[in-house]
């Protein structure tokens, strides 16, 4: 019973994928502006150390809004050289486009737009068991309630950071990352507004939907927010 038993053990060892570990002391080159509010590791091209990268949200006070801090928001992506523990910058937004804009003060306005908030959500297996994704809301107001973004990250086979899909909505959107089978999915909660809503008044001001990765395509359902693949909306 007991060889048996080892020989199960070992089978799972031999066949499970192992991620490598993380150096113990590593840097980033370059650093993230400002001060780092989150930071993840993530599997971008499946497991092991060549595939290593750390996704880092930070933010730097760039002005006041009515006594209040004005924040630039950053999305800063790095993948690991092994050999010198060092994480090199592979994309940055707003550096690179993407879903974060500039945030500035016009010449004839006092304050600083837009107002920006962001967090990582989470890294997920959304479209290839092993294969990670990194997922990010953000969300921007330059008048009115603004608009709320998702944004899914991956890589490409070549080490260039994209888009998988993002999502964009009016006002507010919630995500969770949800396990269903070998892969997990995107919980969406939020305001649902029909082709012609205003901003004021949702079509359906509590709505709810799931966004997966099924046969090579993402769908929606119901389809309720407007996505977008391989593109940033505010690109």
Not at 194 to 221: D, H, I, R, Y
Request: proline letters at 9%; charged letters at 15%; aromatic letters at 10%.
């Amino acid at each position: 019973m007991r060889k048996t038993l080892f020989a199960i053990v070992a089978s799972l060892a031999m066949t499970a994928p192992l991620a490598a570990a993380e150096p113990p002391h590593t840097t980033f080159a370059p650093k993230p502006p400002g001060t780092i509010v989150q930071s993840r590791l993530a599997y971008l091209m499946g497991d092991g150390m060549q595939s290593q990268w750390r996704a880092v949200l930070s933010r730097k006070a760039v002005g006041k809004n009515n006594n209040e801090p004005a924040y630039q928001y950053y999305i800063s992506i790095y993948q690991i050289d092994y050999n010198t523990a060092t994480y090199h910058l592979r994309y940055q937004s707003p550096l690179n486009g993407g879903p974060l804009d500039k945030v500035e003060k016009p010449a004839s306005s006092p304050l600083w737009f837009p107002l920006q908030t962001a967090k990582l959500i989470g890294v997920g297996q959304l479209m290839h068991p092993g294969v990670d994704e990194v997922v990010m809301l953000s969300h921007q107001t330059g008048a009115d309630c603004g608009s709320a973004d998702l944004t899914v990250f991956g890589a490409t086979s070549k080490g260039k950071v994209v888009p998988e899909v993002t999502v964009q909505n009016g006002c507010a959107l919630d995500v969770k990352i949800v396990k269903k089978g070998n892969l997990d999915v995107l919980q969406l909660s939020g305001p649902y507004y029909g082709p012609k809503a205003a901003m004021c008044c949702p079509t359906k001001p509590k709505a709810s939907a799931t966004l997966q990765f099924v046969n090579g395509k993402w769908v929606e359902t119901p389809n309720y927010y407007k996505f977008f693949v391989k593109a940033f909306p505010h690109y």
